[in-house]
Structures are given as structure tokens and as C-alpha cells.
């Protein structure tokens, strides 16, 4: 199983931009899933997550201006960023609990995270 996050670059403040994280491997289902982020010098941070029954929890400071959607056809989980500000400028990583198939055919259930795609919001 792996997450690849892919969409991140550089945008001027008042920008946006769209992260996207796709999920491969023989799973049998997403359930939980979330966007972190991670500014230099800080801990990593909460974003917004979304239930497998699509409830969401967005952080103070990106409500109203960042939203998450799912394709579950795709395994796909997005980001859509806007009136993006510096303070937002981090690396942002995409995590999901997922139920996946061992090579015996069993079901297991485990947490991954997403190699972390990087967000520079700069004039």
C-alpha cells in the first residue's frame, strides 16, 4: 500500500492550489483519512480530516478556505487550497487508516502517511 501526494509548488499569497493524494495496493477500504502539515521549526499539524461517512474536522486557521473532497472510484483524497497565506507555507502530507489484503489474504488495518509534497506561499 502507498500513498503518493502530489500537487504542491509555489503561489503567491491570495492564490490557490489543488494537493492530491492517491492510494495504491490491494486495499479493501479507506477509512479515516487527513491532510497534516508541517512549517519549519513547528510540529507537525492537523489540517482537516474526513470520516470514512464523510464527516469533516478542519483546523481554525483553514476553515473557509481549504476544503477536502474524496473520489472513492479513484482512492483519491484532495485538497483544494485557497486565499492561501504565507503562514501556510509548509510541507503537507496526506495520512489514511486503510484496510488492505496480507499476501495470506487477511484483512489488517494500519495507518500510512504520504511522502509530503511542499506548499510555498511567497510574493
Known amino acids: 500500500v502507498q500513498l503518493q501526494a502530489s500537487g504542491g509548488g509555489l503561489v503567491q499569497p491570495g492564490g490557490s492550489l489543488r494537493l492530491s493524494c492517491a492510494v495504491s495496493?490491494?486495499?479493501?477500504?479507506?477509512?479515516?483519512e487527513g491532510w497534516y502539515r508541517q512549517a519549519p521549526g513547528k510540529q507537525r499539524e492537523l489540517v482537516v480530516g474526513?470520516?470514512?461517512?464523510?464527516?469533516?474536522n478542519y483546523a481554525d486557521s483553514v476553515k473557509g478556505r481549504f476544503t477536502i473532497s474524496r473520489d472513492n472510484a479513484k482512492n483519491t483524497v484532495y485538497l483544494q487550497m485557497s486565499s492561501l497565506r504565507p503562514e501556510d507555507t509548509a510541507v503537507y502530507y496526506c495520512?489514511?487508516?486503510?484496510?488492505?489484503?496480507?499476501?495470506?489474504?487477511?484483512?489488517?488495518?494500519?495507518?500510512?502517511w504520504g511522502q509530503g509534497t511542499q506548499v510555498t506561499v511567497s510574493s
Open positions: 495520512n489514511a487508516d486503510i484496510t488492505y489484503y496480507t499476501e495470506y489474504n487477511h484483512l489488517r488495518t494500519r495507518n500510512y
Open positions: 474526513i470520516s470514512s461517512g464523510g464527516l469533516t
Open positions: 495496493g490491494r486495499i479493501f477500504g479507506i477509512n479515516a
